[in-house]
T-cell receptor
């Protein structure tokens, strides 16, 4: 069964800092991994989907990497802004479990001015 | 506008009273799924559907039913709700199942906050 862990659980940084969020997964038989953002009281929005063949994916100030061999993914946020404050979740398919998607518990990010 | 629509947004009910939470998507997506989100437990998958008439259990299916009679709709049914089903529920969909290597992102509804008294 796929298990996904995110570290740290919470992070508070001043505006302008570069930061890294970590995601680890136990079943490395995956084709891709997805990062989401969740604002309080809202649904999740997909930020980046990284294929295992790509190893990295970029969107604006966000860069995600995927290393299947070590069972890890990172989300890098450059020049953080208060508007980046949200919960960030990663999700991995269940390897051989077709149709299942397992989420980490998320990292609560606060960027203060 | 492309979206996943859940109704109702908020629901308060009593133990044992059957309820249905509706989910509809207008993007012709094949894959749909239901999740519940609880503090300290994160998002957990309840049921998923790869296509019309094809559904399967996620990690926490007990106490829930689903149906997929049309591609756009995927209702979640609680036949006899209990207080431990109080939670925030999300429906999601994608064009294809992402685990097969597709590049299709998952789209989420806005959520349904359910309280069972």
């Amino acid at each position: 069964k796929q298990e996904v862990t995110q570290i740290p659980a919470a992070l508070s940084v001043p505006e302008g800092e570069n930061l890294v969020l970590n995601c680890s997964f136990t079943d490395s038989a995956i084709y891709n991994l997805q990062w989401f953002r969740q604002d309080p009281g809202k649904g999740l929005t997909s930020l980046l989907l990284i294929q295992s063949s790509q190893r990295e994916q970029t969107s604006g100030r966000l860069n995600a990497s995927l290393d299947k061999s070590s069972g890890r993914s990172t989300l890098y946020i450059a020049a953080s802004q208060p508007g980046d404050s949200a919960t960030y979740l990663c999700a991995a398919p269940g390897g051989t479990s077709y149709g299942k998607l397992t989420f980490g518990q998320g990292t609560i990010l606060t960027v203060h001015p | 506008e492309a979206q996943v629509t859940q109704n109702p947004r908020y629901l308060i009910t009593v133990t044992g009273k059957k309820l249905t939470v509706t989910c509809s998507q207008n993007m012709n997506h094949e894959y749909m799924s239901w999740y519940r989100q609880d503090p300290g437990l994160g998002l957990r998958q309840i049921y998923y559907s790869m296509n019309v008439e094809v559904t399967d259990k996620g990690d926490v299916p007990e106490g829930y039913k689903v149906s997929r009679k049309e591609k756009r709709n995927f209702p979640l049914i609680l036949e006899s709700p209990s207080p431990n089903q109080t939670s925030l529920y999300f429906c999601a969909s994608s064009l294809a199942w992402v685990g097969s290597g597709s590049n299709e992102k998952l789209f989420f509804g806005s959520g349904t906050q359910l309280s069972v008294l």
